[in-house]
């Protein structure tokens, strides 16, 4: 069975460090999307980032990119100078090709940012 | 874009009652999905339609739940009748492809 894994239900940062959450997911494919999704307090869900298994290189936005390793089945999220607004769940999500693009969700990690 | 659309933000009812849950996705987005999520249970994918018909409902808890999706631009969730249990926040999503679900703001349905 396909499965997202984040192992770390809560990290803290300090305001203006640096700091990567993982994911680790499990799927005999070799086509697939992941996703980094974030919910702050006012619970709607983000679309952080995204991530095309075909493509070697690692998807950046901003402040936030990811460290993609394929051969791993590994996805970790890096937030540079993390502000108090990132404070919030994040969660990783993988899509299969055929799945009708269908999410299967990790069970997120939840950031504090100490000012 | 406005984005997704919810309504209502907040909805507190007795328990039998019946609750309509309303979405409005981004315009051109070919899927549809509605989620449950909920401490214990974390995200759940109840349905999700493309072009408007309904395409898995395997993740409907119950025959009390249930889903339309009239037109592109409209879709409802109804609960009834609806159960203490079924409080969680709801959520609708679209997506165009692959290239992601955006989110709704969710609906808090606390059920008393």
């Known amino acids: 069975a396909q499965t997202v894994t984040q192992s770390q239900p809560e990290m803290s940062v300090q305001e203006a460090e640096t700091v990567t959450l993982s994911c680790t997911y499990d799927?005999?494919?070799?086509?697939?999307?992941l996703f980094w999704y974030k919910q702050p307090p006012s619970r709607q869900m983000i679309l952080v980032i995204r991530?095309?298994?075909?493509k070697q290189q690692n998807a950046t936005e901003n402040r936030f990119s990811v460290n993609f390793q394929k051969a791993a089945k590994s996805f970790s999220l890096k937030i540079s100078d993390s502000q108090l607004g990132d404070a919030a769940m994040y969660f990783c999500?993988?899509?299969?090709?055929?799945?009708?693009?269908?999410?299967?969700w990790g069970a997120g990690t939840k950031l504090i940012i100490k000012p | 874009d406005a984005g997704v659309i919810q309504s209502p933000r907040h909805e507190v009812t007795e328990m039998g009652q019946e609750v309509t849950l309303r979405c409005k996705p981004i315009?051109?987005?070919?899927?549809l999905f509605w989620y449950r999520q909920t401490m214990m249970r974390g995200l759940e994918l109840l349905i999700y339609?493309?072009?408007?018909?309904?395409?898995?409902d395997s993740g409907m808890p119950e025959d009390r739940f249930s889903a339309k999706m009239p037109n592109a631009s409209f879709s409802t969730l109804k609960i009834q009748p609806s159960e203490p249990r079924d409080s969680a926040v709801y959520f609708c999503?679209?997506?165009?492809?692959?290239?992601?679900?955006?989110f709704g703001q969710g609906t808090r349905l606390t059920v008393v």
């Open positions: 999503a679209s997506s165009l492809g692959a290239l992601g679900a955006f």
């Open positions: 339609f493309n072009n408007n018909v309904p395409i898995d």
């Open positions: 315009s051109g987005h070919d899927y």
């Open positions: 799927t005999s494919e070799s086509d697939y999307y």
């Open positions: 991530q095309e298994a075909y």
């Open positions: 999500a993988y899509m299969p090709m055929d799945s009708n693009y269908q999410l299967i």
